[in-house]
C-alpha cells in the first residue's frame, strides 16, 4: 500500500512542498494530542499518450469506464475481436492504475454464461458499468434476442460482486425490444445508467432508428418502471450518457456514422435540463427534439490523426477532474480487417473541462496526439492501519477484509496524527460503509463541515466566516445495508460542495452547495466519527477547468469577395455545369439538383472558385434553403465544398436528414489510405444547428507534413459562429473551394448564395491536433 496522502500534481511542479495533502483522524469520544507526524511521500502523476489502450488491443470500442474500490479503473468495450485476425469476444475487460501500462482481464461472457435469451450470435456491444445498490451492474445491447429472432434487439444487465466478476446475467432484458409503428423493432442500444438525487434509477438507450429514450428502473436497476420518455429526436444520435454537474442533467451523445474509416465523423454533442427526463436544450436554447436538432459539441475531431471520435463516458480522477474516455479512429490505419469491414477502434482518453457550463474535451481542443498527465489514481490505495506512519494514521482499529476491494478498511476509533492541508481550494474524497454519521471538517475552528448521516438520512454543509453562518441540508435517499457510498467535498472561491454518489460517475444522490468562499487556511484535514467505515481517503488542492474555450479561427482582412452581381459568373469554372443556374439581385439561385457527389455516381454540377494560396485563410457562403421541418426530404442541400476531385472532396452543407435538418461536413476519399486512387468512402461530421439562412465557413490550413486542413464553422446570424470538425487532404493535392446544391429535386425548391468571400485568419496552434 502506498501512503494514504499525496502531492498535487500541479502543486508539485510548480515545487510547492507546503501543498502536500493531509488527513487527521479524531474520535469522537476523545482525541489524542496531535503528533509532529513526518511529511508523506507522492509520486508524480505519469502521464500517458493516447490511444491509452494500444499497448493490449488494436481496438476497444464503445469503452465504460469505473474507479473500482480497489484502485484500479477497469474499463469494458464492444464484443470486436480485441486484434486484428482474433475471433469477436463478448465485452472485453482490462484495467489500469496508470492509464499506460494496462492488465487484460479477459470477457465478461464465455459460452457458459452469454445471456439465455440473447441468440447465439448476436453481437454484445456498447458496456455501460455502474455500481447500484451494492454490486456492480453492467448494461449491454443485444443485437438479436431469441424473442423475435433476426430482427430486434434489447439492453441486457448482468451483476457481479466485484469490477471483474464473475459476471451473472439477468435472466431477462433490461430493455426488452420495443416494436416500431410501421413494422419491424427500433434500435434498443446504447444503453447508460443514471441514479438521481431521490435515489430514482434511470436507463437511457436508443439510437437513429428511434431516438433516445430514457426509463425509470426498479431499486436494483434490472426491470423498467413505468412508460419511457424520449428525450433526443430520431435520426441524429445514439451512445446516451448523463451526468449532473451543478444544478444540472447534461445529456451527452455521438452523432453521425461511427463506422465510416478514414472517413468516421462520429462526434459528442450535449443538452441540458432541469430534470433527468429533459427537455435537454444546447447553449443557445435549441431542443434536441425539434426538427433542426440542436446539441453543444462536446468532443469532435481537430486534424490530427485521430478522427470519428465519440460514444464515450466520464469519470472523475482524485482531484475532482473530470476526464472523457471515447473511442476514435486513427485515419492513417482505420480497418481492423479489409476496408469495408471490422473498424479499427481504440480508446482515447482526455480532460473533460466545463467552460461556461458545458462539457469541453480539453477546453473544444478536442483529442490529444501528445503526452497527457494521467487522472490521479491516489484514490483507490486504501488505508493500511497497521502501518500508520504510512498511512498517516495511528490509533486505529482495522476491520475485516472487504470483499469488494480486498483492501482492510478502517473501522474508526479515536486517533490523530499531524501535518497540513493546503490553504485554498481544497478536494476531499472518501468511501464510506455503515450507518454511523461522518463528519469531514476543514480548517482548525473547524470553519467547514460537512456531516453524511446515513441514519438519519442527512446530507449537510456548513461554512462559518467572520461569525456568520451558512448551512444547507438534503435528504440522502436509502443505500443497502453494507453498501459503499463515495462521498467527495470541494471548498473553492465559490463555495463548498458535498456530492455523495454510489458508483462515483458524477449520478449524483445527494448533492448540497454553500454559496460563498469556502477556501480553508493551511490545517489538518479531519474525519470524526463514533464507528464509520471509510477507505480511500484523498485530500488534494482542487482541479480548475480551464477559463475559456481553445481558440478557433477568426476572420481577418478581406481577401477577395464574390458577390453575384454578374450573370456570366467571372472567377468561376464548373464541373457539370448547370443551366438552371442563374444570378439575380446579387444572389447566386440554385434549383437543387436530383443528383449527388457521393460514390459512382458523380451526376452534381460543382462551381468552383480559386483559393488564395497555400497559407491559413478562411471561405466563407451565406445560403439560403428552406426545407421546412419534420418532413422527409432526403437529401436536399445546399453547401460549401473543398473539392480535389469527384472522390476527394469535404462538403459543409445545410442537409435534409429523413425527418432532421442539421448541418454536415461530409468527407468522401479513398477508403484504403495506402490506396488513394481505390474505392472511395464517404462519412461526415456535426457542426452547428440548421437553418433556412446559414453562413458556412472552411477555415484552411497546411500542418509540418504538407496536408492541407480544413475546419468547418456555421452560424445563423453571420456573427456567431460554431467551430467543429477537421478533415485532411493529401499533401499532394490542390483542392480548390467550390458551391453545391444538390440531394433531390422533389420537391422542388431553390438555393440561394449571396456571396463567396475569402479572409485572411491565423489556425489556432495546438499541440493535439499537429
Known amino acids: 500500500m502506498r501512503p494514504l496522502t499525496s502531492l498535487s500534481a500541479r502543486a508539485f511542479r510548480r515545487g510547492t512542498a507546503c501543498l502536500a495533502a493531509f488527513v487527521t483522524v479524531v474520535g469522537m469520544s476523545a482525541a489524542a494530542p496531535a503528533s509532529a507526524g513526518r511529511m508523506p511521500s507522492a509520486a508524480l502523476p505519469t502521464a500517458y499518450d493516447n490511444a491509452v489502450s494500444d ?12 474507479r473500482g474500490r480497489d484502485g484500479w479503473w477497469y474499463a469494458y468495450a464492444t464484443s470486436d475481436p480485441l486484434r486484428s485476425g482474433d475471433a469477436p469476444g463478448a465485452i472485453h475487460m482490462a484495467r489500469t492504475r496508470d492509464w499506460s501500462s494496462w492488465e487484460y482481464l479477459g470477457t465478461v461472457f464465455d459460452a457458459g454464461n452469454r445471456p439465455s435469451w440473447a441468440t447465439p450470435t448476436s453481437g454484445l456491444w456498447a458496456p455501460d458499468i455502474r ?18 429472432p433476426g430482427d430486434d434487439s434489447a439492453i441486457g444487465a448482468a451483476t457481479a460482486p466485484t469490477p471483474s466478476g464473475p459476471w451473472t446475467p439477468a435472466p431477462a432484458p433490461a430493455i426488452p425490444p420495443r416494436p416500431a409503428s410501421g413494422g419491424g423493432f427500433l434500435w434498443t442500444f446504447d444503453p447508460a445508467g443514471f441514479t438521481d438525487t431521490d435515489g430514482q434509477r434511470y436507463v437511457y438507450f436508443g439510437s437513429y432508428f428511434g431516438g433516445l429514450w430514457a426509463t425509470r428502473m426498479s431499486a436494483d436497476g434490472l426491470t423498467p418502471v413505468g412508460a419511457a420518455t424520449q428525450v433526443a429526436i430520431d435520426n441524429r444520435y445514439e451512445g446516451s450518457y448523463v451526468v449532473r454537474h451543478g444544478d444540472f442533467y447534461y445529456l451527452m451523445g455521438s452523432a453521425a456514422n461511427c463506422c465510416a474509416g478514414p472517413t468516421t465523423g462520429y462526434s459528442v454533442f450535449a443538452g441540458r435540463a432541469r430534470s433527468p427526463l429533459g427537455p435537454f436544450l444546447d447553449a443557445e436554447g435549441t431542443p434536441l427534439l425539434t426538427s433542426r436538432v440542436g446539441g453543444t459539441t462536446v468532443l469532435t475531431q481537430n486534424g490530427n490523426r485521430f478522427v470519428g471520435a465519440g460514444h464515450h463516458a466520464v469519470v472523475t480522477d482524485a482531484q475532482g477532474r473530470d476526464f472523457i474516455a471515447y473511442h476514435t479512429i486513427d485515419r492513417t490505419n482505420p480497418w481492423l480487417t479489409t476496408p469495408f469491414g471490422i473498424n479499427r477502434r481504440p480508446m482515447l482518453l482526455d480532460v473533460l473541462d466545463w467552460v461556461d457550463g458545458w462539457p469541453r474535451t480539453r477546453a473544444g481542443a478536442g483529442p ?19 502501518d500508520p506512519l504510512a498511512s498517516g494514521f495511528t490509533g486505529l482499529a482495522a476491520g475485516p477484509a472487504d470483499p469488494v476491494t480486498g483492501n482492510t478498511a478502517l473501522v474508526h476509533g479515536t486517533a490523530s496524527t499531524a501535518a497540513f492541508a493546503p490553504a485554498g481550494p481544497l478536494h476531499v474524497r472518501l468511501d464510506h460503509q455503515g450507518t454511523e454519521p461522518l463528519r469531514v471538517l476543514l480548517g482548525r475552528d473547524p470553519a467547514v463541515k460537512i456531516t453524511l448521516d446515513p441514519k438519519g438520512r442527512r446530507l449537510t454543509a456548513q461554512v462559518e466566516r467572520d461569525g456568520t453562518v451558512r448551512s444547507s441540508t438534503t435528504a440522502l435517499p436509502p443505500i443497502p445495508t453494507g453498501a459503499w457510498r463515495t462521498l467527495t467535498v470541494e471548498a473553492t472561491a465559490d463555495g463548498l460542495t458535498a456530492e455523495v454518489t454510489e458508483s462515483d460517475l458524477a449520478d449524483v444522490v445527494a448533492r448540497v452547495k454553500v454559496s460563498g468562499d469556502a477556501r480553508p487556511a493551511a490545517a489538518p484535514v479531519r474525519l470524526s466519527s463514533s464507528n464509520a467505515v471509510v477507505d480511500n481517503v484523498v485530500v488534494n488542492p482542487a482541479a480548475a477547468d480551464a477559463a475559456a474555450l481553445a481558440p478557433v479561427p477568426v476572420a481577418g482582412a478581406l481577401l477577395s469577395s464574390e458577390e453575384f452581381d454578374e450573370p456570366d459568373l467571372p472567377g468561376f469554372t464548373w464541373v457539370r455545369r448547370n443551366s438552371a443556374v442563374t444570378v439575380s439581385g446579387g444572389s447566386l439561385r440554385w434549383p437543387v439538383e436530383g443528383a449527388d457527389l457521393v460514390g459512382g455516381g458523380n451526376t452534381a454540377g460543382v462551381l468552383l472558385h480559386d483559393v488564395p494560396g497555400d497559407g491559413d485563410w478562411i471561405a466563407e457562403a451565406r445560403t439560403t434553403l428552406d426545407l421546412g421541418t419534420d418532413s422527409v426530404r432526403n437529401y436536399q442541400q445546399v453547401g460549401l465544398v473543398a473539392y480535389a476531385n469527384d472522390d476527394d472532396f469535404a462538403r459543409l452543407s445545410n442537409v435534409a436528414i429523413w425527418n432532421t435538418r442539421q448541418t454536415e461536413f461530409g468527407r468522401e476519399t479513398a ?16 457542426i452547428g444547428t440548421s437553418a433556412p439562412t446559414l453562413w458556412l465557413r472552411l477555415a484552411h490550413h497546411r500542418n509540418a507534413a504538407g496536408e492541407h486542413l480544413y475546419r468547418a464553422g456555421t452560424s445563423r446570424d453571420g456573427v456567431h459562429w460554431t467551430w467543429g470538425a477537421t478533415w485532411t487532404f493529401r499533401a499532394d493535392t490542390h483542392p480548390r473551394i467550390g458551391l453545391v446544391a444538390h440531394g433531390g429535386a422533389s420537391p422542388a425548391v431553390t438555393a440561394e448564395v449571396d456571396h463567396l468571400r475569402f479572409y485572411a485568419s491565423s489556425w489556432p496552434a495546438d499541440p493535439g491536433a499537429g
Open 131 to 148: 455500481f447500484v445498490a451494492g454490486r456492480y451492474v453492467l448494461y449491454f445491447t443485444v443485437t438479436d434476442t431469441t424473442l423475435h
Open 368 to 386: 490529444s496526439d501528445t503526452p497527457q498527465p494521467a487522472p490521479s489514481l491516489e484514490s483507490g490505495l486504501g488505508i493500511t492501519p497497521t
Open 55 to 66: 499497448s493490449f488491443s488494436d481496438t476497444f470500442a464503445d469503452p465504460s469506464v469505473i
Open 671 to 686: 477508403a484504403d489510405p495506402d490506396a488513394p486512387d481505390g474505392p472511395t468512402s464517404y462519412g461526415g461530421a456535426i
